[in-house]
C-alpha cells in the first residue's frame, strides 16, 4: 500500500498521535517508538537549521523532506507553510512533495513572505479568498487524489472563534481533507471538531508561551481529533538532553556516567543505521580476503 492510501486509512481508523521530526533519525526514532505517521515541521526543521521557520525555502524543505521519508518508512506529513507563494507556487509545492514520496502537506492561511514575528504569536493572514484559491490550486496540482492536504487557519488568534470556523467551512468547500485550527482555549478545543465539517487536526505545542491548552492525546480522541500533532516536542527534548550532556563533560572532564549505556545506544543507533546489511554485503564482496 502507498503511503497515501495508507495514511487516509489511518485518518479514518480513529485518532493518529503524529510526532513532528526534523531529520532521518528522528523519523526513525518515532517509528521504532511505534508511531504509525510522522510530520516534518517548519519550527523543527527550521531550528536544527539554525533558521527562521519563515525563511526556509522550498528546495530546502523537499530535500530534507525526501531523506526523512526514505529512513522513515511510514507516512510523512510536511509542513508547508502558506505554499510558498501564490497559486501557481502552491501547485509547484504539491508536486515537489509528491515527487519526494510526501503523503501530505499543509497549508496555511497566512500572509507569503511569511514573518518571523509569528514565533511571538503575531498572526498575519490572508483574505479567505486568497487562501481558497491557494488550496483549489493545490488540490488541482496533485496526481495521487490520496495526496492529503491539511488547511491551517490561525485566524482564531486575530479575528476569533467564529470566523475560524466560517474560513474552516470555506476550506474544506475548496478541496481540503482536514482542518488544522489553533484553539486559544480548551472551551474551543473541544468544540471545533463539532463545528467542522471534516478531520481536525491538533497541535500539542510544547513551549509555548500564549496559553495554549496541552490535552492527552486520549482526551483530543475523546473531542473528536483525528490528528495529534506535537511541533515541538523533539527539537525541546534534544536540545536539552545535548546541552546537559556537553556541560557536564565540561564541568567534570568526563563525557559520560554511564559508559555501558553508551555502549547500549550507540548500538541502538547503528542497528537502526542498518550498518549489519552493510557488514554482510561487505563480507561477500570486498572483505572477503
Known amino acids: 500500500m502507498n503511503h497515501t492510501r495508507q495514511l487516509r486509512e489511518l485518518i479514518a481508523a480513529g485518532t493518529v498521535p503524529c510526532p513532528i521530526v526534523y531529520n532521518p533519525l528522528t523519523a526513525v526514532i518515532a517509528r521504532e517508538a511505534g508511531f504509525p505517521m510522522v510530520g516534518v515541521g517548519g519550527y523543527a526543521l527550521g531550528a536544527n537549521l539554525m ?3 519563515p525563511l526556509l525555502t522550498l528546495t530546502e ?3 530534507h523532506a525526501r531523506r526523512i521519508v526514505l529512513a522513515a518508512r511510514v507516512p510523512v506529513v510536511v509542513d508547508a507553510g502558506a505554499g510558498f507563494g501564490s497559486p501557481v507556487h502552491a501547485q509547484r509545492t ?3 512533495f509528491e515527487s519526494a514520496g510526501i503523503a501530505g502537506i499543509h497549508l496555511e492561511d497566512q500572509v507569503y513572505p511569511k514573518r518571523v514575528h509569528y514565533h511571538r504569536g503575531i ?3 490572508v483574505p479567505v479568498q486568497e487562501m481558497v484559491e491557494r488550496i483549489e490550486a493545490a488540490v488541482e496540482a496533485r496526481r495521487d487524489a490520496d495526496f ?3 488547511a491551517r487557519t490561525d485566524a482564531m488568534a486575530t479575528d476569533g472563534y467564529d470566523e475560524a470556523i466560517r474560513r474552516a ?3 474544506v468547500e475548496a478541496g481540503a481533507d482536514l482542518i488544522y485550527a489553533w484553539p486559544n482555549d480548551l472551551d474551543e478545543a473541544r468544540r471545533v471538531p463539532r463545528d467542522v465539517p471534516a478531520p481536525t487536526v491538533y497541535g500539542v505545542s510544547e513551549g509555548n508561551r500564549l496559553g495554549r491548552p496541552r490535552p492527552s492525546t486520549a482526551e483530543l480522541a475523546e473531542m473528536g481529533y483525528s490528528v495529534v500533532r506535537n511541533p515541538h516536542l523533539a527539537t525541546l527534548t534534544q536540545y536539552r538532553a545535548v546541552q546537559e550532556a556537553l556541560r557536564h563533560w565540561r564541568r567534570t ?3 559520560s556516567d554511564e559508559p555501558a549505556e553508551m555502549v547500549r545506544i550507540r548500538q541502538e543507533i547503528e542497528d537502526v543505521m542498518g550498518l549489519d546489511a552493510h557488514y ?3 563480507r561477500r564482496t570486498i572483505e572477503k580476503s
Open 61 to 63: 524543505c523537499v530535500e
Open 148 to 150: 492529503v492536504i491539511v
Open 94 to 96: 504539491v508536486r515537489e
Open 51 to 53: 533558521t527562521a521557520e
Open 253 to 255: 572532564g568526563r563525557t
Open 123 to 125: 498572526e498575519h493572514i
Open 169 to 171: 467551512h470555506r476550506y
Open 280 to 282: 554482510a554485503l561487505e
